[in-house]
């Protein structure tokens, strides 16, 4: 099948932990995304990445750091840093260019604190 | 309309019923709009698009009609089912940028 995968399903921090979420695709998609999802708003961008080994900040960069060294593979750390993580993780990919907008999403990490 | 705190506008209807739902953007530069279909705890769903140089696209059971004069974009759901039941939200895109705004979303509530 082809998709965009996310794991794990529920992740757990303890305090002070950094923590890796996992985002791989198969679509052979350029772009890759991150996005935090907090009930009752809109999905707000983490990180993107439009080409391998490039990566930009998006609008709530802060606490988290990112890397893409292969296209296929774009994971998020949640650093110690991020003061307030418990939500909804989403990743995306598309293939980046004029007409091929489209976002296509992954099923989502839930990040709780313990 | 836009809801304080953690509620989401919420739309309630019988199943067979049509539904419709509502997206004001924001960017008048916007050319390209997606509609997504969000099931509790699950990845968001694409289930149509529309560019700025059409005001009506129609799929299966779904239309999507816009009106760049007021920045009004709205899903139309035809014979709603309960499986219909999930939050939907608009994303816009604008020439140039690839990068997608989305709106907080509306949920749909089918009652059997």
């Known amino acids: 099948d082809g998709g965009i995968t996310q794991s794990p399903k529920y992740l757990f921090r303890k305090e002070g932990q950094n923590v890796t979420l996992s985002c791989e695709q198969n679509l052979n998609h350029d772009a890759m995304y991150w996005y935090r999802q907090d009930p009752g708003q809109g999905l707000r961008l983490i990180y993107y990445s439009q080409i391998v080994n490039d990566f930009q900040k998006g609008d709530i960069a802060e606490g988290y750091s990112v890397s893409r060294e292969k296209k296929e593979s774009f994971p998020l750390t949640v650093t110690s840093a991020q003061k307030n993580p418990t939500a909804f993780y989403l990743c995306a990919s598309n293939q980046g260019g004029a007409g091929d907008e489209t976002q296509y999403f992954g099923p989502g990490t839930r990040l709780l604190v313990l | 309309g836009e809801s304080v705190g953690l509620h989401l506008p919420t739309l309630s209807v019988q199943e067979g019923d049509n539904s419709i739902i509502n997206c004001a953007y924001s960017?008048?530069?916007?050319?390209?709009f997606i509609w997504y279909k969000q099931e509790s705890g699950k990845g968001p769903q694409f289930i149509i698009d529309i560019r700025s140089n059409m005001d009506k696209r129609q799929g299966q059971r779904v239309t999507v009609l816009l009106n760049k004069t007021v920045k009004h974009l709205s899903l139309q759901i035809a014979a709603t089912q309960p499986g219909d039941s999930a939050v939907y939200f608009c994303?816009?895109?604008?020439?140039?940028?690839?990068?997608?705004?989305f709106g907080r979303g509306t949920s749909l509530i089918v009652h059997p």
């Open positions: 960017n008048s530069a916007s050319d390209y």
């Open positions: 994303a816009e895109i604008s020439g140039g940028s690839y990068i997608p705004t």
